[in-house]
């Protein structure tokens, strides 16, 4: 069985900078489509950034040219660059991994799930 660890948050000013990490019990990443999802209080989760095996990334209009998705095969882990983080972007940050490419990157499409990282965005 899979598992998926999320590390890196915590508390950050508004306009500040944090990473996120994704770590694997298996080397999946290099076979997998990996996405970072956030989820706020009371909405519902949302795509963030994804990554595919062969390195295509997108982004949810809202991070496109703040956050960056990066993967490390020789770490087994993804990363989640994010800068210029507002306060509407605290939420819970999950990443989530499929083998076969989504095609709508819909959460029910992805199979493995971490149990999320906290991100506050509070001065």
């Known amino acids: 069985q899979v598992q998926l660890v999320e590390s890196g948050g915590g508390l950050v000013q508004p306009g500040g900078s944090l990473r996120l990490s994704c770590t694997a019990s298996?080397?999946?990443?290099?076979?997998?489509?990996v996405g970072w999802y956030r989820q706020a209080p009371g909405k519902p989760r949302e795509l963030v950034a994804a990554?595919?095996?062969?390195?295509?990334?997108n982004y949810a209009d809202s991070v496109a040219g703040r956050f960056t998705i990066s993967r490390d095969n020789g770490q087994n882990a993804i990363y989640l660059q994010m800068n210029k983080l507002e306060p509407w972007e605290s939420a819970v940050y999950y990443c989530?991994?499929?083998?076969?490419?989504?095609?709508?990157?819909?959460?029910?499409?992805?199979?493995?799930w971490g149990q999320g990282t906290h991100v506050t965005v509070s001065s």
């Open positions: 989530a991994a499929v083998s076969i490419p989504p095609r709508h990157h819909q959460t029910y499409e992805y199979n493995y």
């Open positions: 298996g080397s999946i990443f290099s076979t997998n489509t």
């Open positions: 990554i595919t095996s062969g390195g295509s990334t």
